[in-house]
């Protein structure tokens, strides 16, 4: 059993009585030790396995223990995360101790949280329900008391975007008021009862300790202190623990996690066996080198990484003139490694936040890469920008909308709240924004591109960048915020838009939050196995201002290095098909140039007559169905039609601007004029 471990995965396996530390690095094989440890202690009779309890903090981690504790002859042992194991007991024992059924479990705090605010007359929307009710998670799992949460949150900088740390402290109390009238409990109740139960009732402690007499806990980094409060009444002054962990990847400290304590364990415990996994077996010795230099010399500093694997390609540090060329150059090197043959499935895109997956959408779309968003709804499908879409639909119906579309899309997001300034904090009112300032930011390129369309014309344009996102399928590129894709690996990884202000994250402000941005970083450079590239653009619009420097964690890397910062000349000098005119070969300037793939002022070389007889057909549709005519197809649509006559809905569905929706709505039609029926035929 413990001849396949390194000489330091063996020790931690051979140190069977606590307590023992375990720092290990990202790929170090943490999970390979811990498992091995147990199993070790179970065949040398060392342990039960019944008497030992393997504590995560995902659901997924937790199966991977068992999948692998059964595979090393030791089925028997619990691997729990501590909600599980909580629960499992409190069901048991409540019973018992108080003659009454246990409060029915609820899955989602929001309803009990709008109740609370409402209760209080707060004017709050879905985006601030929900930071209240993680501010209610946050405050359990920290032991704050709402009578306490002014005085807390003032000295740890918590706060609720548009509400008073007092108003938030209502809520608080209020949430608990509500839960109890309804005969409730949430997942943190799950703790907070059981460490209830285990400090007040001797016998109840007294049996569970008879049960559980070995405990290991992995991630420790991420607990909490009423995770930290809940282990020890389990222990009960025992010490047999055995700790994994890595300060390197602290990344949840907005959450309530505190790495405290791995760090000071072996204060706690003097005479603990510490233990350093290094030997990184994931990553090429580029990226492990590189995730080495980010960390070297900062509070964040783990244990040192040595590669295990043959040496591989550099790891690719690159600019982009804007965040259009940056997703269409990720794009088209995914579809490069897809071509080569590595899947879809091996391959991601990591992003600080959710807002900015849509230019990678579109431009992994546009080139029939399948690909899903983990973590959170794909840009187009979120309820702020589902809500804004129909608002401004409605608003181009109804003749509204003066103005320049940069002019008119913000004063009909206002109506939802947004304004030029951005929340103060983080959480969903903040992502809230961010997705709406989105739109506003297309608004502003629509408008320079094409200075005299309308708002119907905007519209227009939204539904087909929507109708051209794929349905997720399970060969596909993972789309992902860093923080959901811890825990994870993919042979490519394209860590992008790394500029400045977005990572270190505008709101992160104090010593201790830009560290945390930094590990969060590393976390995203280890994810990736083979090819790890990570890439920023010096201005949000093509033409725009270049103002926007690198990530300043990058600047190490970039010291004295030939890397491509993202200036003018470079992009001149990419000799790719979609950025050159399909007629005479020069560069393409505009969204509507590269749409076409021609210069506006070059001959069209499509079938002209093919196109009046399209705009024929458009002219009498539209006006059947009471749509403007841009709305059943662009002009930009019809002339590739033209250009490209598809013979069938699969050839169709490859023009840009003919999505699912208009596919099945007018698929048929414009196929029977390809074939040459006359277009008045067909409207009858």
Not at 586 to 597: F, I, R, V, Y
Request: glycine letters at 8%; proline letters at 5%; aromatic letters at 6%.
């Amino acid at each position: 059993m413990l001849e396949a471990l390194d000489p330091e995965q063996r020790q931690v396996a051979e140190a069977l009585r606590g307590p023992v530390r375990v720092l290990a690095g990202a790929g170090t094989g943490k999970t390979r030790a811990i498992t091995h440890r147990i199993a070790h202690g179970v065949a040398t009779g060392v342990y039960a396995p019944t008497e030992v309890l393997a504590l995560s903090f995902t659901t997924r981690a937790a199966g991977e223990m068992r999948e692998r504790l059964r595979a090393l002859g030791a089925p028997g042992v619990q691997a729990r995360t501590f909600h599980s194991a909580a629960l499992r007991q409190l069901r048991f024992f409540w019973p018992r101790v108080h003659g009454r059924e246990l409060p029915e479990l609820t899955e989602s705090k929001l309803s009990m949280v709008a109740l609370a605010a409402r209760r209080l007359r707060l004017q709050t929307d879905q985006a601030t329900l929900r930071d209240l009710a993680s501010e209610v998670e946050w405050a359990k799992v920290s032991n704050v008391q709402p009578e306490d949460y002014v005085r807390v949150a003032k000295q740890r900088g918590r706060a609720v975007a548009g509400l008073e740390p007092e108003a938030v402290s209502r809520v608080l109390d209020g949430y608990e008021e509500v839960k109890r009238g309804q005969g409730r409990m949430d997942m943190e109740d799950c703790l907070l009862l059981t460490a209830g139960l285990l400090a007040d009732d001797e016998a109840v402690a007294a049996q569970v300790r008879r049960q559980y007499k070995w405990f290991v806990v992995d991630e420790f980094q991420d607990v909490s202190p009423l995770q930290s409060a809940l282990l020890d009444l389990w222990l009960g002054g025992r010490d047999e623990l055995c700790v994994v962990g890595d300060p390197a990847q602290t990344i949840y400290s907005f959450a309530g996690a505190d790495a405290r304590y791995l760090r000071e364990f072996t204060t706690r415990f003097p005479g603990a066996t510490s233990v350093e996994l290094v030997r990184n077996y994931r990553s090429t010795p580029q990226v492990v080198d590189g995730a080495n230099r980010l960390l070297a010399g900062t509070s964040s500093k783990g244990v040192d990484l040595r590669a295990q694997r043959p040496a591989g390609g550099a790891v690719s540090l690159w600019g982009a003139p804007d965040e259009e060329a940056e997703a269409t150059r990720v794009a088209d090197r995914i579809a490069a490694l897809r071509a080569s043959g590595t899947p879809a499935s091996r391959i991601a895109v990591l992003l600080r936040i959710n807002a900015q997956s849509e230019r990678f959408e579109e431009a992994l779309a546009a080139r029939q890469v399948p690909y899903v968003v983990r973590g959170g709804a794909r840009f187009f499908d979120r309820a702020e920008v589902r809500q804004a879409v129909t608002l401004l639909r409605g608003t181009a119906r109804s003749g509204g909308g003066e103005g320049s579309v940069a002019e008119a899309v913000p004063a009909v997001l206002s109506q939802m709240g947004h304004t030029a300034e951005p929340p103060e904090g983080r959480g969903e009112v903040r992502n809230r924004w961010e997705s709406l300032q989105a739109m506003v930011d297309l608004a502003r390129d629509f408008t320079a591109e094409r200075p005299t369309a309308g708002l119907g014309d905007f519209v227009d344009d939204l539904d087909r960048r929507a109708g051209e996102q794929h349905a997720p399928v399970a060969d596909a590129v993972t789309l992902a915020t860093i923080h959901s894709a811890k825990g994870l690996e993919w042979d490519a990884v394209f860590v992008a838009g790394m500029h400045e202000k977005m990572m270190p994250i505008n709101q992160a402000t104090t010593p201790a939050e830009i560290e945390e941005e930094r590990r969060l970083l590393y976390v995203a450079m280890t994810r990736a196995r083979d090819e790890l590239s990570v890439s920023w653009a010096t201005a949000r619009e093509p033409g725009g201002r270049r103002t926007r420097g690198p990530s300043p964690f990058l600047e190490p890397f970039l010291e004295g290095a030939e890397v491509d910062r993202g200036t003018r000349q470079e992009r001149t000098r990419r000799n790719r098909k979609a950025m050159r005119c399909r007629e005479c070969g020069g560069p393409l300037a505009s969204a509507a140039e590269k749409k076409t793939g021609r210069c506006a002022d070059c001959p069209a070389g499509y079938d002209e007559a093919l196109f009046e007889r399209l705009r024929a057909w458009r002219l009498e549709r539209s006006g059947a169905d009471k749509v403007p005519a841009f709305v059943v197809f662009t002009d930009a649509t019809l002339q590739l039609i033209a250009e490209h006559r598809p013979r069938d809905e699969a050839g169709l569905r490859t023009i840009s601007g003919v999505g699912p929706g208009k596919l099945a709505k007018y698929g048929d039609e414009v196929l029977e004029i390809l074939a040459g029926t006359p277009a008045e035929e067909i409207s009858r």
